[in-house]
């Protein structure tokens, strides 16, 4: 049964720190992983990684996944209190389909 | 950016009944819509990849019966949960693919959640 694991599952930092959020994936026919935020209903999308060892940045976030061990971790620099939400990874499949997702990590920044 | 509107976000009905759940994508055309589930403190799990103009494609477990999709135009995607029983309650969640658009990971849109609770 295709499944996707992330740890921790909820998470409090101030503001300033670095975080590590980790997502560990058993995907049939995998093909990438995504990573999503979600901060009131609607997931939003944030990388989509398909080659393992190449690193995707976006500001403050940056994300890297390993293809041989099947995890990937999503590092968060100089959180701000904008930065609480639930992240949430989830593998999809050769079509291209988010198959499954994790149960996500509550990352709450306080000042 | 694109925007899914999904409703309603919420919806009470009795066991029995069947209710409906809509899922439009707003500023973009939709040839595939995907709907999800999500249980109390579970992952969000595939239910069906719902296509424009032919029949949808459910994932195993998932009764096809129950969960009657349609997907009639290139912007809209309906989930309707069949004789609803006080175990379909969950959180269901829909998105939409771009059609436009190559491929990319951020060409999947999805819509705010309906919460249903059959009483």
């Known amino acids: 049964e295709d499944k996707v694991v992330q740890s921790p599952l909820s998470l409090v930092v101030h503001e300033g720190d670095t975080v590590t959020l980790n997502c560990s994936y058993e995907?049939?026919?995998?093909?990438?992983l995504l990573w999503y935020k979600q901060e009131k209903k609607a997931p939003t999308f944030l990388f989509m990684l398909?080659?393992?060892?190449i690193e995707k940045k976006s500001g403050r976030l940056s994300s890297i996944l390993d293809k041989k061990e099947l995890f990937s971790i999503l590092n968060i620099t100089a959180t701000q209190t904008g930065d609480s939400a639930v992240y949430l990874c989830?593998?999809?499949?050769?079509?291209?389909?988010?198959?499954?997702f994790g149960k996500g990590t509550r990352l709450s920044v306080i000042a | 950016g694109a925007v899914v509107s999904q409703h309603p976000s919420w919806v009470i009905c009795k066991s029995g009944t069947s209710v409906k759940i809509e899922c439009r994508s707003l500023d973009f055309q939709a040839t595939t819509m995907f709907w999800y589930r999500q249980f109390p403190k579970q992952s969000l799990m595939l239910m069906a990849t719902?296509?424009?103009?032919?029949?949808?494609?459910?994932e195993q477990g998932v009764e096809k019966d129950k969960f009657l999709i349609n997907h009639a135009s290139l912007t809209l995607s309906t989930l309707t949960v069949t004789s609803a029983h006080p175990e379909d309650s969950s959180f269901y969640i829909c998105s939409a693919r771009d059609s436009g658009r190559v491929w990319d990971g951020n060409t999947i849109y999805f819509g705010e959640g309906s919460w249903l609770t059959v009483v």
């Open positions: 398909t080659s393992s060892g």
């Open positions: 995907v049939t026919n995998f093909r990438s």
């Open positions: 719902s296509n424009e103009g032919s029949k949808a494609t459910y």
């Open positions: 989830a593998g999809t499949n050769s079509g291209n389909t988010p198959l499954v």
